[in-house]
Structure formats: structure tokens, C-alpha cells
């Protein structure tokens, strides 16, 4: 069963700063994908990664893949309110590119002003 | 364009009801997957349909069960509805065979609380 562990669960900073959130697991996926996903609504694609090594940037927001496709990480820089939310990281099996999604638990982000 | 749509939003039911919710995907999207989201939890996965055909499901009770329709329309029914299934219930579409990975888009989902 493949898993995947987010961290931290909880971050609380002031609007300004920086934070990085990590997405680990042991098995090895085809394509990681983070969302964000506000109270009681539907998660929202932020981005896919599919090559190991790969780092895709989103205005503040910088995502990698890891060289082994079996970690990534979210980096916020300057961290404004707006960016509260449930963010999570879900993979992709390699046996298919269309399994179903694996999500972790998610990192929840109060950035407060 | 519309993005994933389900409905109802919200649905209260008791004990031993049954419910069914509905999907409608991205257009040009074939493939439809619906999710379990318990409060503090990340979505669990619960089925996947691609073409109408059933292509995964995930570790459910047989309460649960969905279908697609010719128009890639989905509706997903739980039977015998629990205390424990109140829960987010996510649709997701993807266009499934046009991409090497799976990227899905998810709707806004629908709020089900068993009382």
C-alpha cells in the first residue's frame, strides 16, 4: 500500500515569512500533484511534477520533485493571508498513469496578518 | 468553461437511508473518480470509471456503489447509510489515456451528514 506522510500537520507563521511543506512516502510514483483546498470545497490543482529532480514554480510558490520521485516539497516565500489552506500532495502509481489518486493527510496553513 | 459540478451541495439523512449523488465532469473529460473526505483527513479513494466501465475501487463496503453514464455523468449511491459516512464526498474528472499521469480536477463536492 503505497503511503504518503505529510509534514508539519499544522503551521501557524505571520504573513512575511517563509515555509516549506514536505510530501515523503517509500514507494516510488509516476507524478506528484499538490492542491489546495479550502473549508468545505473541493481541493484545487496548484501543480503536477513528473520528473524526478523537477521544480516547478508558481508565482511565491516553488514545488520539487525528488531525483527518486518518491518525496517532494512546497515552498511558500513571503507568505500572505491568502495563502490559508489545507494543502495536500497526492501520487500516481507507475504501474498506471491513470490509477487512482494516494493523498496525504495534508498540512494545514494559517498565515496570519 | 464549467469546471466539475455535483450535487446536491449538502444532504442530511438518517440511519439506514440510502442517498444518491451525482457528477458531471469536465467536458471531454471520460474518466470520473469519487472520493471519501472524513473531517482532518486527506480524500480516500472510493471508485473510478472510464468509458462506463468500472476501472478501480477502493477498500469500501459493497454499501457502496456508482455508475457512469453515456454522457460521462456519474452518480454514486450508498445503501444502509452509517453514522461514519458523514463525510465530503469529492468527484474528480481527468481526460484518462490522453496524459502519461493522472491529473485530476475535483468539484466542490457534497457535504452528507448522518444523523
Known amino acids: 500500500t503505497q503511503l504518503l506522510e505529510q509534514s508539519p500537520q499544522f503551521l501557524s507563521i505571520q504573513e512575511g515569512e517563509n515555509l516549506t511543506v514536505y510530501c515523503n512516502s517509500s514507494s516510488v510514483f509516476s507524478s506528484l500533484q499538490w492542491y489546495r483546498q479550502e473549508p468545505g470545497e473541493g481541493p484545487v490543482l496548484l501543480v503536477t511534477v513528473v520528473t524526478g529532480g523537477e521544480v516547478k514554480k508558481l508565482k511565491r510558490l516553488t514545488f520539487q520533485f525528488g531525483d527518486a520521485r518518491k518525496d517532494s516539497s512546497l515552498h511558500i516565500t513571503a507568505a500572505q493571508p491568502g495563502d490559508t489552506g489545507l494543502y495536500l500532495c497526492a501520487g500516481s502509481s507507475p504501474d498506471s498513469g491513470n490509477t487512482p489518486l494516494v493523498f496525504g493527510k495534508g498540512t494545514r496553513l494559517s498565515v496570519i496578518a | 468553461d464549467a469546471g466539475v459540478t455535483q450535487s446536491p451541495t449538502h444532504l442530511i439523512k438518517t440511519r439506514g437511508q440510502h442517498v444518491t449523488l451525482r457528477c458531471s465532469p469536465i467536458s471531454g473529460h471520460k474518466s470520473v473518480s469519487w472520493y471519501q473526505q472524513v473531517l482532518g483527513q486527506g480524500p480516500q479513494f472510493i471508485f473510478q470509471?472510464?468509458?462506463?466501465?468500472?476501472?478501480g475501487r477502493g477498500n469500501f463496503p459493497d454499501r457502496f456503489s456508482a455508475r457512469q453514464f453515456p454522457n460521462y455523468s456519474s452518480e454514486l449511491n450508498v445503501n444502509a447509510l452509517l453514522l461514519g459516512d458523514s463525510a465530503l464526498y469529492l468527484c474528480?474528472?481527468?481526460?484518462?489515456?490522453?496524459?502519461?499521469?493522472?491529473?485530476?480536477?475535483f468539484g466542490p463536492g457534497t457535504r452528507l451528514t448522518v444523523l
Open positions: 470509471y472510464y468509458e462506463k466501465e468500472e476501472r
Open positions: 474528480a474528472s481527468s481526460l484518462a489515456g490522453a496524459l502519461p499521469y493522472n491529473e485530476q480536477f
